[in-house]
């Protein structure tokens, strides 16, 4: 799998769900075995990798990361520019 298709797999997650967690998409990509798709940072914690999220940020442009609680949402009015909040 691609960067490309997996972003376009979080993606179809997340319009499906209209929220998509991290550790969720992370730990679907991990199984895939590709370090470039999701690997472990240095705590331990399962990521998503660079390009992917490179490209899922291009294919969701109004999707911003929760940082809190570590998930993608819609863009609300009272948001704060950029993409984390």
């Given at each position: 799998?691609?960067?490309?298709?997996?972003?376009?797999?979080?993606l179809?997650?997340?319009e499906?769900?209209?929220?998509?967690?991290?550790e969720?998409?992370?730990?679907h990509?991990?199984?895939?075995?590709?370090e470039?798709?999701?690997?472990?940072?240095?705590?331990?914690?399962?990521?998503?990798?660079?390009?992917?999220?490179?490209?899922?940020?291009?294919?969701?442009?109004?999707i911003?990361?929760?940082?809190?609680?570590?998930?993608?949402?819609?863009?609300?009015p009272?948001?704060?520019?950029?993409?984390?909040?």
């Open positions: 799998m691609t960067p490309k298709l997996a972003a376009e797999w979080m179809a997650e997340f499906a769900k209209q929220f998509l967690y991290q969720e998409a992370a730990t990509l991990l199984h895939l075995h590709d470039e798709l999701a690997y472990y940072d240095g705590n331990g914690n399962v990521c998503v990798g660079r390009k992917v999220l490179a490209e899922f940020n291009k294919l969701a442009p109004d911003v990361y929760e940082r809190a609680d570590k998930f993608w949402r819609e863009r609300l009272s948001d704060q520019p950029g993409r984390q909040q």
